[in-house]
């Protein structure tokens, strides 16, 4: 990793580190404040330093759903409810 752009500064508020109580990661190094480092929950802030504990799932296949207001779908709604009218009534008219 290259961290030459922090070296002498806090990995996340990138202010000038003083000598004196340091907070420093195990992985790589980077030194922090003490209230930074508590601040960004006792972890790194370099980008890939440490894996978290609970990786992402990747995401599925996107869902497809059918859009009820779509044009085609309500003509094809509307045809089918014309022709089990038409059927019912051819049907009455038969008894």
Not at 19 to 30: I, K, M, N, V
Not at 38 to 59: D, H, I, M, Q, T
Not at 60 to 84: E, K, S, T
Request: hydrophobic share 40%; glycine share 6%; net charge positive.
């Amino acid at each position: 990793m290259d961290l030459e752009r922090l070296r002498g500064k806090c990995g996340v508020c990138l202010q000038e580190l003083p000598d004196a109580l340091l907070s420093r990661c195990t992985q790589c190094g980077t030194s922090y404040h003490p209230e930074c480092w508590e601040f960004n929950r006792r972890k790194c802030a370099v980008y890939g330093c440490w894996k978290s504990p609970f990786p992402k799932r990747p995401l599925g296949p996107p869902q497809r759903h059918a859009d009820i207001f779509n044009p085609f779908v309500m003509a094809g709604m509307f045809v089918a409810v014309v022709a089990l009218f038409a059927w019912n009534l051819f049907r009455w008219f038969q008894d």
